[in-house]
């Protein structure tokens, strides 16, 4: 009874710690971003003995603008707000005093997101595009949002010339606005950006103008406008942050190949080995050829420290992964980065062909050709083939019928033909120099194809 309550009690808390340890991690975000507003402009006046003077309304300052700057220190997105906002411009005051402007707010991205926009607020706000009002209530509806009055003065502006005409400017202005503004144009020019190394922020939403004061509306005839500009509203857009990981070569298997073990072995990564399925639960990146790591017999020749390259440990794809079964496309997005791809099977096992199939069939099916970039394919576990001479002889036999396997795919264009087999065994650190040589060699490769 006791142990049974204690292996609940653990079982729920290994639960709740998977949960909070996956929660740390996150490569896809939907914000909702708002930058300010600006600050309204001012009706003042000086006072004078006989009653109001010249006017002296201050206008108001520009909202805060949004801008997402790249961050090499972040490599999750779980940190970004869902809702982002920049503060709104101070309205203006008498005797001519600005509105102050909006603090911006610079969010911190990681390198390698990709933000794509979802949906824009279109300027200018359209009180008509509501059609059940009548005239006289969208006027109304439009001056309640552009113009602020001297208190008590509301009234008599209505029918002010000097405001019908700044209302009919202000009118007239929005209507080209509107006319220029081209929803096809505008989704064709949706904003998309990657994010990536370089320093340089990204502008995301800009601020709202700050309304002009009662002084900006003084003509010959009139000399004391009663009425000034509100703010503006700041962009307001949502969209779609997805991250994808930056490693030179990306490790695909499905669960419990070994992939984990690779990296552990050819890197310092501490990550977690075991032999269970979805040990691992997010992408793990390693070095290889950094300081005193992945540095064995004849490694050293071939990677001199600019031929370090990362490696990106991944959890376990399975078939329908494409389709987000399993983690799906948590992973897939930061696959689809890696310039190179290592395809890990467990050779032991009694269908590394299959395994090889269903790989490459996920990785289609998430984008096509992707598959491709598989140049180097991890023959693991060979240490649990042979021993004796019928083993060894059997041992053979299943690695060149792999192999065969793999030049089909190969000569029938799923596969590049630049594609090597290596068999390795990552626990008992077999074969590791060649393949850290092949990999430094395949990445040094990519490289130039980019550049070229
Ligand atoms: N005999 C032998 N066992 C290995 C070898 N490589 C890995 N293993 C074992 O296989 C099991 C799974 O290894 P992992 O490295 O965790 O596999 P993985 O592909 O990362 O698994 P997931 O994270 O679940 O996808 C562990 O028990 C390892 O010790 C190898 O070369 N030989
Ligand atoms: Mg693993």
């Known amino acids: ?78 940190t970004i707000p869902s809702k982002i906002r920049a503060a ?12 102050k402007r909006g603090a911006d707010t610079v969010i911190d991205i990681p390198p390698g997101t990709v933000i794509r926009e979802l949906w824009r607020c279109a300027p200018p706000p359209r009180e008509d595009r509501n059609c059940s009002q009548d005239e006289d209530t969208l006027t109304q509806l439009r001056r309640d949002r552009a113009w602020l009055h001297y ?45 990536s190394d370089d320093k340089s922020p990204h502008l995301i939403v800009s601020g709202g103008l700050g309304g002009v ?3 900006a509306f003084v003509t010959h005839q009139h000399r004391s406008p009663k009425f000034a500009r509100k703010g503006q509203p700041g962009g307001h857009v949502k969209l779609s942050l997805e991250m994808k990981l930056l490693a030179h070569v990306g490790l695909v298997g499905l669960p419990n190949a070994g992939k984990s073990s690779i990296l552990a072995a050819i890197t310092s990564s ?11 639960l997010k992408p793990e990146i390693g070095v290889v050829g950094a300081d005193g790591e992945g540095e064995g017999e004849g490694a050293k020749d071939a990677l001199t420290p600019s031929h370090r390259f990362t490696i990106l440990d991944n959890p376990g794809l399975i078939a329908d992964a494409a389709l987000n079964k399993g983690l799906g496309h948590t992973f897939l997005r930061s696959v689809e980065r890696a310039l190179v791809l290592v395809f890990v099977v467990d050779l032991s096992s009694l269908h590394p062909l299959t395994h090889l199939h269903t790989l490459i069939h996920e990785l289609n099916e998430y984008k096509s050709g992707l598959a491709r970039a598989g140049t180097v394919i991890v023959a693991n576990k060979a240490d649990l083939l042979g021993g004796d001479e019928q083993q060894n002889a059997q041992a053979k036999h299943r690695l060149s019928q792999f192999t065969d396997g793999v030049q089909c795919l190969i000569e029938g264009g799923t596969l590049d033909p630049s594609t090597t087999i290596i068999p390795i065994s990552a626990k008992h650190e077999v074969n590791l120099d060649k393949l850290k040589r092949t990999l430094g ?12």
Do not use: C, W
């Open 1 to 78: 009874m006791t142990l049974r309550k204690t292996l609940n009690e653990a079982a729920i808390r290994l639960r709740v710690d998977g949960k909070r340890r996956h929660k740390r991690f996150q490569d896809f975000h939907v914000v909702d971003v708002k930058a300010g507003a600006g600050g309204n402009g001012a009706v003042a006046f000086t006072k004078t003995p006989t009653g109001l003077g010249p006017p002296t309304g201050g206008s108001g300052g520009s909202g805060g603008s949004v801008t997402f700057s790249p961050n090499a220190k972040l490599n999750s997105l779980h």
């Open 88 to 99: 709104n411009g101070a309205s203006g005051s008498g005797d001519g005093r600005l509105g």
């Open 270 to 280: 501490k990550t977690k080995v075991a032999n269970y399925a979805f040990t691992t």
């Open 441 to 452: 060699e395949r990445v040094r490769r990519r490289q130039v194809e980019e550049v070229s």
């Open 151 to 195: 208190p008590g003065m509301e009234e008599a502006n209505s029918t002010h010339p000097l405001f019908l005409d700044a209302d009919k400017e202000l009118r007239r202005s929005e209507n080209l606005q509107l006319k220029r503004y081209n929803p096809q144009h505008e989704q064709e020019h949706a904003l998309e950006v990657d994010i």
């Open 213 to 215: 004061g009662n002084p």
